[in-house]
């Protein structure tokens, strides 16, 4: 069955950078859109960045600029880049995948399976 790891998160000052990454199990990665999204406490699941099979990539507002989305299809892994860390970015960073749409996905219900998801900390 598919099956979505993501490791990365941590603690980290306003300013720093983390990377994130997700590896992808029981499906051919190459052909699918991948997703990253957040969840702050109190707050809903919202969309960071995507990824087609093409490279092409797309990212929130509040991250452009901040966040760079890369996949490396040899390791079936998508990654998260992020510099300039706010405490507003703060939540726990999920990765999915879409399985049933091209392009860019952005909307919640368009990605099929999700990971565990990892903490990311901005401390001020």
């Known amino acids: 069955q598919v099956q979505l790891v993501e490791s990365g998160g941590g603690l980290v000052q306003a300013g720093g950078s983390l990377r994130l990454s997700c590896a992808a199990s029981?499906?051919?990665?190459?052909?699918?859109?991948m997703g990253w999204f957040r969840q702050a406490p109190g707050k809903e699941r919202e969309f960071v960045a995507a990824?087609?099979?093409?490279?092409?990539?797309y990212y929130a507002d509040s991250v452009k600029g901040r966040f760079t989305i890369s996949r490396d299809n040899a390791k079936n892994t998508v990654y998260l880049q992020m510099h300039s860390l706010k405490p507003e970015d703060t939540a726990v960073y999920y990765c999915?995948?879409?399985?049933?749409?091209?392009?860019?996905?952005?909307?919640?219900?368009?990605?099929?399976?999700w990971g565990q998801g990892t903490q990311v900390t901005v401390s001020s």
């Open positions: 990824i087609n099979r093409f490279d092409g990539t």
């Open positions: 999915a995948v879409s399985m049933s749409r091209g392009g860019l996905p952005a909307g919640i219900n368009e990605y099929d399976y």
């Open positions: 029981g499906l051919t990665f190459s052909r699918y859109p």
